[in-house]
């Protein structure tokens, strides 16, 4: 079993969608992150968060620590999100990556 | 502010080939990490630098090794090439004790 597992794998929307995905983990963490990474391969990161909620624009991320597990939230979806998600969790100074979530949204 | 860069972008080699890889760290950053990324798979840590010295491997044989000079720029070599390193490369430049890392483009590695 991976130490932090995504899902779904894959997803598709209509343009204006709301989509949510999800993260669990199983180590202990001393920070969630989410990233995006688009088809050249460069990962962006979205956010970084060890409690609560964060908002940027369309996107919010939350968290429980108790039941171990994130979600990412994109609200009104657009085209240009299209990506790949991923969830990675720190762990003693290093990053323990999810297999990612892949999001197509057609217009 | 420059960001992190990698060089190559791409790079095509055979089976039991050398490969370096390099990575420049962003302005001001010392501590950087090396991950390989499969098809359709997430990344994977290979490990870490600071100061000069490795600071966390993670589940890789002795063929990955690393250098980190005293500009913080960072190099991975890999040796005797196997069709199964072939993967993106990424690396991730910190300061230490931060937790967010900042990426680079990433170094398409082929092995045939």
């Known amino acids: 079993k991976n130490e932090v597992e995504q899902s779904p794998q894959n997803l598709t929307a209509q343009e204006g969608e709301f989509i949510t995905i999800n993260c669990s983990y199983s180590v202990g963490i001393s920070a969630l992150h989410w990233l995006q990474q688009h088809p050249g391969g460069g990962i962006v990161s979205l956010f970084m968060?060890?409690?609560g909620k964060k908002k940027h624009g369309r996107l919010i991320a939350t968290i429980n620590i108790q039941e171990k597990h994130s979600s990412l939230h994109i609200t009104a979806s657009h085209p240009r999100d299209s990506a790949v998600y991923i969830c990675?969790?720190?762990?003693?100074?290093?990053?323990?990556f999810g297999t990612g979530t892949r999001l197509q949204v057609f217009p | 502010e420059t960001g992190v860069t990698q060089s190559p972008t791409h790079l095509i080699k055979t089976r039991g080939q050398q490969v370096t890889l390099r990575c420049s760290s962003q302005s001001g950053h010392n501590t950087v990490s090396w991950y390989q990324q499969a098809l359709g798979q997430g990344p994977q840590f290979i490990f870490q630098?600071?100061?000069?010295?490795?600071?966390g491997r993670g589940n890789f044989p002795p063929r990955f090794s690393g250098l980190q000079f005293p500009n913080y720029s960072s190099e991975l070599n890999v040796n005797a090439l196997e069709l199964d390193d072939s993967a993106l490369y990424l690396c991730a430049s910190s300061l230490v004790g931060s937790e967010t890392q900042y990426f680079g483009p990433g170094t398409r590695l082929l092995v045939l």
């Open positions: 968060l060890s409690s």
């Open positions: 990675a969790v720190g762990n003693t100074d290093k990053l323990i």
């Open positions: 630098y600071y100061r000069e010295e490795e600071n």
